[in-house]
Structure formats: C-alpha cells, structure tokens
C-alpha cells in the first residue's frame, strides 16, 4: 500500500513537472535585444538546438545578420526567389496568435499551446468548440491536415482548460485522459465513468478523440484504453523542430544551397517542360517529361586537366497533390565525358533532360530543378498536369506531340527510355511556341487508349482519324488528310501507338492549327488533339541535345518506382492499390524498411495487427530493422495484440539499448506492456524515465 501511495506521488510530481514545461534555454544577456528576441521569440518553435548554439557564438551584428537571412533563406519553398512565402506565413501567424490567445491566459499569446500549434500549422481545417457542457471542462479540438514527414497525415489536438479558466492547455490522452475533461467531482470515479460521461456530454466522436488524436487509430471505447501513439504526436510537437525527420528535411536544403550558391528563378522562361502521359504494355501510365534550357549558351561543360570535355547535373521533381502536399521526390545527379568530335556536335545545341514519373491518373503539380554543378546554377519550373483516366467503353486519343526524331531502340529497353513507346525513342519539340520552316514536316505522334482487351476481338476493325490543319478562324482553307489505324495494333493493355508525317511544302507564313480527329465506327465515339504551331522564315528553336538516366531500370528493379507508384495512389485515397504496390515493391526489395513501414502503418489502421506481426517477421529473417520509432510502436502494439507480449518487449528494449536519445515514448510504451506482463517494478523504473525525458523535452516557452 505504502508502495503504491509512494508511486502516486512520484507520478503526480511528473505530471506536474511535464505540464510546466521546461524552461527554454536563454540567449545570452549580452546579446543585442533585437536578436535576444529574434532567438527566443520569433523563432523559438523553429530552430533547432544545433542552430541556437551556432547562433549564440557568432560576435558580430553582420554574422547574425547573414545567419538569419541564411536560416529564413533554407525554410524558403522558392530559394532565391524576391519573397519568402515562408517566413511571410510565419510572422503572420505570430502575430495572429498574439494577438488572439493570450487573453485570459495569464502569457503572451503566443507562448500558450494553441499559440504554438497556430504558428507551426496555422489555422486548422476544422475547430470545434465544447464550452457549454456542465460535466465537462471547456474544451477546443482543431483538425489537421499535414505533409511534414514527422506527423501523420491526419490528426486532431484538443485543447482544454484544467480549471475550467486560463489557459487552453494542450492535451494528451495518455498522460491526462478523460478524467481531466471533465469537472472534478465527477472525475472521481475513473476513466472508464469520464469516458462515459464525454460521451453522453459531447458525443461517441469526442470520446474517441479523448482516447487517440490519430482518426485511424483503433481505440477500445469499452475499455477506456489510450494508446500510446497520440503522445508520441503531441512529443513531437512540443519539439518540432529538433525532429530528425525535421533536421533531415533542413540538412538536405542545405546541401541543395551549399552546390548551388546562385539560382535564377525564371518561370517559364528559362527552364521549358513538356509532359505527356503515356500507357506501357503492362497498362501502367507514366507522365514523361523533358527539361530544356532556352537557349545553347544556357548551358556549358567542363574541361578537366586532361583535356576531356564533361558536363554535371542535377534534377530534382517534386511532385504534389491538388491538395498541395507533396507526394514524392525524384532526384538525380548525371555526370558525363565527352571526346572533341562529340563536343562539337553539340556546342549550337539546346541542352534538356529526359525523365518519367510513375503516376497514376489524377491531378498533380510538378517542381522541378536543373541544376548545373559546374556553373552553380539552377534553374526552377513548374506545371500543372492531369493524367486521365483509362476509358471504359470506347477509344481515347490522348495527346499530340511533336517531334524532330524517331530511332528503334532495344524493345526490352523501352519501359526504361523516355519517350520510348514499343521500342521507339521520339525526341519531343516544344508544345509551346512550336516554330517551323517552309517546305518543313510536321511529325506528330499519339497514344489512343482503349479498355483492356485481347487484341483478336479487333480482328478486321478499324479505327477513323481525320488531321484537320489550317488558320485558327479562318474558313474554307482548312485541309484534311484521311487515316485508319487497324484495332488489331492494340496491345492486351489497351494501348497503341501511332503519329503522321503532315507536309507544310506550301503552307504560307503564319499561325496554324491542327486538329485530330479519332473516330470508332462501332460506337460512334470521337475524341479529339490539337496542336498550334508557326510556320517561320526564321524559327526561333535551335536544335536540341537530350541526355537521361541511364540508370532508370535499377528503379524498377529495386522496386522504387512501385514505391512511388503507391505513394501517389495513396494520395488520391486509394489505399488498397497504394498497399498493393507497396506489397511489390517490399517484394523487389524485401530490405526496404520505408515501404515495410508504409505497410505497417496501412495494416495497422485496418488493425490488421497479424498482418503487422508478419511483416516485422519477414523483415527480421531479411536482417532489417524497423525504419523509425512511430513503426516500432505500431509494430510492438500489433506484437502483443496477438498474444505476443514477450517479442513486444524484447523489440523495444532492444531499440532503446541501441539509442539512448529514443523518443520518451518508446519508454512509456515498453513500460505499458512490462506492467501487463506482470513486472511492476520495471514498468514503474521505465515509466519514471519516460516521463521525465518528456517533461525534458518539452521545450515549452513559458514564461
């Protein structure tokens, strides 16, 4: 009895320590006021404590000065650019959150919790209020919707003030629970009976959120069981910004800065991107695209000691949903000698860069950089693509693009190349601006696409096109060329490939149009492409050289792009083809711990826990281990919601003997199931550690 009384205290005295917050680290009293509070004030939610410490040795205002200049430049979405849209937010939501949550808090606004979460995520999607329940404290629950790589995608706070006046303090359903929502003669009776009384109060939904803030966590609402997976959200909060997702994400802007000291941001202007969807045998689409520089001089190549000409770059595509996140990532770096005959074939040339992305059909947004490492110089574009959807009842041209030429290639290579579509390479010409000579071919090539299909049903069928081409408004001078693509030419995906060689002999200057006409006399479907051009005397386009990666098929075989491939379906909500790309991709590569944990995580909110225990099995038998600490809690949850307590255990001391900074609740979650496995006087040391590391790292600003 003595023991339990004694343990009672000693958790009452963390409880207390971990909602007063650690007091920040304070600049030093010499420091100019204006960086005094630049340090502890404007960027206190943001820096991390390796950049404090750098910051609090430089002696000079102009090294301060660039410090921050180069702090604000690395958070910068556009490097470069006149604006910082970054730090703009930022201020804004400074001082939205001063000015708004101070009131009755007894701080400065922005001090408090919901100060800090505004100026990290701004306003939330959703805001609920419960201010009006006379069982329950009055309580706030935001919704959040986030891409940053240390957060779930999905997650609720809820807010609420312990003495029914103050401050809203944020909460968390571990370490509070219900029985702190509620007014405190009715908290006496447990969890279980506050949990009731939430639900009666505000609804099943707020009960829920009372017991996990992650809305595809399961919770046992009989049981009144938190788990410990909301907590390692809230921890994550409270030091965002010392994350190592977060620190990973700064360092590779820096390195990005670091090889690229000059950038010129010239949308649309400089860098040129042509894209085009195309389907490969297996059904599956891709959105090809080039990066071309506007004109020769644009771009140069290096000359080593030997005399060898080389160039060097580097291309970065990011790619993001119509909701704005980010969804993945592409990055290369190419590097190339080339001898003095070879120099010369290209020296009058257009550089550009060949690619695909392996994304499904939806609407995305395209980031792109090319970067040239020997002139330290990037160059920066976007576009906004939409890839359709494969049709389900009749043909469908797909696009229009031109090109300058066509070679045969190895058809084994031609899910590789881009632009290579059954073992032909085209090399695309610009769809904007496209300029042309007298006497001049127009080349042009599409893809139709078709329901799947055993290619024998077709047998005798064909396919009308019609290429209309002339002056856009004038009438009577259009012409008209007739074709027929035999349907048979469909692959058992539903693809095929076809182009037209257009004469332009007697066209004279000016600007055209053409018009494609697909038409299927069985259903009377007709589907059209159009494409603008300009017949010059003086075609502003130089010729272009193309380079890509050759390397393209060590992504397939590693399983990268099914990886991608499940990503993006994953962000169009699609997470039972999302899972099964992740399942091929693990099979390609059964080391690959960041698709293990996509898995996880999938199977985990279906609470599909064998499933879960399955996968970290075969990832033991492969010699890999869990890629970050949000996986090892779900896997140890899923271990022992199977009956495997003892494995739960053996998992998460292992991960904390291997790294002593783990995440405070690594430690109370292994304190959690040695206390089911009977050890008390373990899970009472753990949970000691576990909570004071926590109130530790809370890093709450007080004052």
């Not at 909701?323 to 990532?329: C, E, R």
């Not at 160059?379 to 229009?400: G, H, M, N, Q, Y």
Request: aromatic share 10%; net charge neutral.
């Amino acid at each position: 009895m003595r023991t339990c009384r004694s343990l009672v205290i000693i958790l009452l005295a963390l409880l207390f320590l971990l909602g007063s917050g650690e007091m920040p680290v304070r600049a030093d009293k010499k420091l100019p006021v204006r960086y005094r509070q630049w340090l502890e004030k404007d960027v206190a939610y943001l820096i991390t404590k390796e950049e404090k410490e750098l910051f609090l040795k430089l002696q000079q205002d102009e090294e301060r000065e660039k410090f921050i200049e180069r702090f604000w430049e690395i958070r910068n979405p556009t490097p470069g650019a006149p604006t910082n849209p970054f730090k703009e937010e930022h201020y804004r939501r400074l001082e939205y959150a001063e000015h708004y949550f101070g009131l009755g808090s007894g701080t400065d606004g922005w001090r408090t919790d919901r100060g800090r979460v505004y100026i990290l995520f701004g306003p939330p999607q959703q805001r609920a209020f419960h201010t009006s329940h006379q069982k329950l404290r009055p309580i706030e629950i935001w919704f959040y919707s986030s891409s940053h790589p240390a957060l779930p995608p999905f997650f609720y706070l809820l807010f609420y003030q312990r003495d029914n006046i103050g401050d809203f303090r944020l909460y968390s359903p571990y370490f509070d629970g219900p029985d702190k929502l509620i007014t405190s003669h009715q908290a006496q009776s447990g969890r279980l009976q506050s949990l009731r009384v939430i639900q009666e109060a505000a609804g099943r939904e707020v009960a829920r959120i009372s017991l996990s803030l992650i809305p595809n966590e399961p919770v046992d609402l009989e049981s009144a069981t938190a788990s410990l997976q909301s907590d390692l959200l809230v921890s994550a909060i409270r030091n965002l910004a010392n994350h190592p997702l977060n620190k990973n994400d700064l360092d590779r802007r820096r390195a990005l800065m670091e090889r690229v000291t000059h950038r010129l941001i010239v949308e649309g202007e400089i860098l040129k991107v042509l894209t085009v969807p195309l389907r490969g045998p297996d059904g599956n689409i891709n959105l090809h695209y080039v990066l071309r520089l506007s004109k020769p001089e644009d771009f140069t190549l290096g000359q080593s000691d030997g005399g060898r000409y080389y160039y060097s770059v580097a291309v970065t595509a990011r790619v993001f949903g119509p909701d704005n996140k980010l969804i993945f990532t592409q990055e290369k770096t190419l590097s190339r000698y080339f001898e003095k005959t070879q120099v010369d074939q290209i020296k009058n040339k257009v550089f550009g860069y060949q690619s695909w992305l392996p994304l499904p059909p939806g609407k995305y947004k395209l980031e792109f950089l090319l970067t040239n490492n020997l002139k330290q110089v990037a160059f920066r574009a976007e576009k906004s693509v939409v890839i359709p959807e494969v049709p389900t009842d009749a043909a469908r041209l797909v696009e229009l693009v031109p090109f300058s030429e066509a070679e045969r290639v190895d058809p084994a290579r031609s899910n590789v190349i881009p632009f290579t579509i059954a073992g032909v390479k085209f090399t695309p010409l610009p769809e904007q601006g496209l300029e042309l000579t007298p006497g001049q071919d127009l080349n042009v090539f599409y893809q139709v696409w078709a329901p799947p299909r055993d290619p024998r049903q077709y047998e005798g069928k064909k396919l009308q096109v019609e290429y209309v081409y002339g002056r856009p408004g004038s009438r009577g001078e259009s012409r008209v060329v007739r074709d027929e693509l035999e349907k048979g030419q469909f692959d058992p995906a539903g693809s095929l490939i076809s182009g037209k060689k257009i004469s332009l002999a007697d066209l004279p200057l000016g600007n055209y149009l053409l018009t494609t006409i697909l038409s299927d006399p069985d259903s009377q479907h007709k589907t059209y492409g159009t494409l603008a051009f300009r017949v010059s005397s003086a075609p502003s386009s130089p010729p272009v050289w193309d380079i890509y990666d050759e390397e393209l098929g060590d992504d397939l075989r590693k399983g990268v792009v099914d990886y991608q491939r499940g990503l993006s379906y994953l962000a169009a909500g699609n997470a039972d083809r999302a899972m099964a790309w992740f399942r091929a991709a693990l099979q390609k590569d059964p080391t690959n711990e960041q698709v293990r944990s996509k898995l996880v995580e999938l199977h985990f909110a279906r609470q599909q826990f064998a499933e879960v225990a399955s996968l970290y099995r075969d990832g033991q038998a492969k010699g890999s281990n869990p890629a970050n600490e949000q996986t090892l809690i779900w896997i140890a949850e899923s271990l022992e919601k199977t009956g495997d307590t003892k494995s739960a255990i053996v998992l998460l001391e292992s991960a904390l003997a291997s790294n002593s900074e783990s995440n405070p609740v690594l430690y109370l979650t292994l304190a959690n199931f040695h206390r089911k496995a009977g050890n008390l006087d373990k899970a009472t040391e753990l949970e000691r550690i576990g909570k004071s590391r926590l109130a530790a790292g809370s890093n709450s600003p007080k004052s």
